[in-house]
């Protein structure tokens, strides 16, 4: 997962700059832009001394290949390009541009995608390279590109990943969430699933791909965007809402206080607590100039990002209302702090079903053997981390809180929007990481 961002008009060096805050939550390991200057894609980390009418930008959150080094925007000759999600057939991508003499020695799917179209784009017209991309790529993506004088953006047929566009005093805008054009005071658009634009000094065209059963990512709406952003028509914030009810309406056990575990839960569990009738207090406090811990690489997955407040927890009966619970990392650190603290019992709520499978359409979870919930029942995870309860929502339960059955569940179903081999992909990436 990844924030990509970019800007078509006057000042679209500014306006980059401009949107990039809003996007940081999507890819904390660096930040990158390409502007076309003076006729020359130039890649740079401040755009906003440049001159230029278009320009592209970059959250960086590592999906594939080694972790921090591969920044985008990647730039080949006359192409730069920024796509958010993950190319789950990469290495089908690589075998055939060796099959057309291109040898790409990485296993970082951007580059091979980036690759892979500017062939495209160098043997096909931009429509019939486009269409190609939407026939061969498996995977959930959307694509910011930059070729000769256009910007193409391309969004999944799955709508896996998000991508909305917006126009402003006559510049076209694009990024990976709604909040960030929202924010600027732009007025928005989400681009369909399956369909890409093509947009140059000569005008826009709308190009339409195939048409297939629509898999919105389920995480989406459960962590990963902004509770001020909309996804599929869909408010975050009224989602998690709904997600928190759906958790209040299974309670059994007496609760005396309820906290979120900072920052995603929030919104689900202030409507939980309104509906079980007790306080909601912030009693984990979470360091927040120190980033997202789940997106974090793993070498910097042990620092301590959170502590816990012993006066309003010591002798309660604590509810912690989490998003999701996937490798367990955050609950490993947080619940022996409460416990140490003095509560007198300790119930985890969790506004998603449990995560048992690998993702690779733009999550960085590709193996098995990382997920606690893997091959665990929930009263096996409730021992590991140490619980009085744990409670989860079914997969129905999420789709009618979220209000769509539209969803891809593949983390928690293993029913993937494609066929995948998941121990082959497995390998594809883990394999150098």
Not at 160 to 182: C, D, H, K, Q, Y
Not at 211 to 224: G, P
Not at 377 to 389: F, P, R, W, Y
């Given at each position: 997962?990844?924030?990509?961002?970019?800007?078509l008009?006057?000042?679209?060096?500014?306006?980059v700059?401009?949107?990039?805050?809003w996007l940081?939550?999507?890819?904390q390991?660096?930040?990158?832009?390409?502007?076309i200057?003076?006729?020359?894609l130039?890649?740079?980390?401040d755009?906003?001394?440049l001159?230029?009418?278009?320009?592209?930008?970059?959250?960086?959150?590592?999906?594939?290949?080694?972790?921090?080094?591969?920044?985008?925007?990647v730039?080949?000759?006359d192409?730069?390009?920024?796509f958010?999600?993950?190319v789950?057939?990469?290495?089908e991508?690589?075998?055939?541009?060796?099959?057309?003499?291109?040898?790409?020695?990485?296993?970082?799917?951007?580059?091979?995608?980036?690759y892979?179209l500017?062939?495209?784009?160098?043997?096909?017209?931009?429509?019939?390279?486009v269409?190609?991309?939407?026939?061969?790529i498996?995977g959930?993506?959307?694509?910011?590109?930059?070729?000769?004088?256009s910007?193409i953006a391309?969004?999944?047929?799955?709508g896996?990943?998000?991508?909305?566009m917006g126009?402003?005093?006559?510049?076209v805008?694009f990024?990976s969430e709604?909040?960030?054009?929202?924010?600027l005071?732009?007025?928005?658009?989400?681009?369909?699933p399956?369909?890409?634009?093509?947009?140059?000094?000569?005008?826009?065209?709308?190009?339409?791909?195939?048409?297939?059963r629509?898999m919105?990512c389920?995480?989406?709406y459960?962590?990963?965007q902004?509770?001020?952003s909309v996804?599929n028509?869909?408010?975050?914030?009224?989602a998690?809402r709904?997600l928190?009810?759906?958790?209040?309406k299974k309670e059994?056990?007496?609760?005396?206080e309820?906290?979120?575990i900072?920052?995603?839960?929030?919104t689900?569990?202030?409507?939980?607590?309104?509906?079980?009738g007790r306080?909601l207090?912030?009693?984990i406090?979470?360091?927040?100039?120190?980033?997202?811990?789940?997106i974090?690489p793993?070498?910097?997955?042990?620092i301590?990002?959170?502590?816990?407040?012993?006066?309003?927890?010591?002798?309660?009966?604590?509810?912690?209302?989490d998003?999701?619970?996937?490798?367990?990392?955050?609950?490993?650190r947080?619940i022996p702090?409460?416990?140490?603290?003095g509560a007198k019992?300790?119930h985890v709520?969790?506004a998603?079903?449990?995560?048992?499978?690998?993702?690779?359409?733009?999550?960085?979870?590709?193996s098995r053997?990382e997920?606690?919930?893997?091959?665990?029942?929930?009263?096996?995870?409730?021992a590991?981390?140490?619980?009085?309860?744990l409670?989860?929502?079914t997969?129905d339960?999420?789709?009618?809180?979220?209000?769509?059955?539209?969803?891809?569940?593949?983390c928690?179903?293993?029913?993937?929007?494609f066929?995948v081999?998941?121990?082959?992909?497995e390998?594809d990436?883990?394999?150098?990481r």
């Amino acid at each position: 997962m990844c924030g990509i961002w970019a800007y078509l008009g006057q000042g679209a060096s500014l306006m980059v700059s401009k949107m990039a805050p809003w996007l940081i939550h999507r890819g904390q390991e660096g930040f990158s832009y390409v502007c076309i200057h003076n006729g020359t894609l130039l890649r740079v980390s401040d755009p906003t001394p440049l001159e230029s009418s278009l320009c592209i930008g970059h959250a960086r959150y590592s999906t594939s290949g080694p972790y921090g080094v591969e920044l985008q925007p990647v730039i080949l000759g006359d192409l730069a390009l920024v796509f958010n999600g993950t190319v789950a057939n990469y290495k089908e991508l690589k075998i055939r541009l060796r099959e057309m003499g291109i040898n790409v020695n990485s296993n970082y799917d951007a580059l091979v995608l980036a690759y892979y179209l500017r062939n495209l784009l160098s043997r096909l017209s931009i429509d019939d390279a486009v269409n190609e991309v939407f026939k061969t790529i498996k995977g959930g993506y959307s694509i910011l590109a930059l070729w000769g004088n256009s910007l193409i953006a391309i969004r999944d047929p799955w709508g896996l990943r998000p991508l909305v566009m917006g126009i402003n005093n006559g510049g076209v805008a694009f990024a990976s969430e709604t909040s960030a054009l929202e924010a600027l005071g732009i007025k928005w658009v989400e681009v369909k699933p399956g369909n890409a634009l093509v947009l140059s000094s000569g005008g826009e065209r709308l190009l339409n791909g195939p048409r297939v059963r629509r898999m919105y990512c389920a995480l989406e709406y459960i962590y990963f965007q902004r509770p001020d952003s909309v996804f599929n028509g869909i408010s975050i914030y009224n989602a998690r809402r709904r997600l928190g009810l759906a958790l209040a309406k299974k309670e059994t056990y007496e609760i005396d206080e309820v906290s979120p575990i900072p920052e995603t839960a929030r919104t689900a569990a202030q409507a939980y607590a309104n509906a079980i009738g007790r306080p909601l207090n912030e009693l984990i406090v979470k360091n927040r100039f120190m980033g997202r811990g789940f997106i974090r690489p793993p070498k910097d997955r042990n620092i301590e990002l959170y502590s816990v407040i012993k006066e309003g927890v010591v002798g309660k009966s604590v509810a912690l209302i989490d998003d999701s619970i996937i490798r367990g990392d955050t609950l490993r650190r947080i619940i022996p702090k409460v416990k140490a603290a003095g509560a007198k019992a300790i119930h985890v709520r969790v506004a998603s079903p449990p995560v048992r499978y690998p993702c690779f359409m733009g999550m960085d979870f590709p193996s098995r053997r990382e997920l606690i919930a893997h091959g665990k029942s929930i009263s096996e995870v409730k021992a590991t981390l140490g619980l009085d309860s744990l409670m989860y929502l079914t997969v129905d339960e999420l789709k009618e809180a979220i209000g769509t059955v539209e969803l891809c569940t593949a983390c928690f179903t293993g029913e993937y929007p494609f066929n995948v081999d998941i121990s082959e992909l497995e390998g594809d990436f883990t394999g150098d990481r």
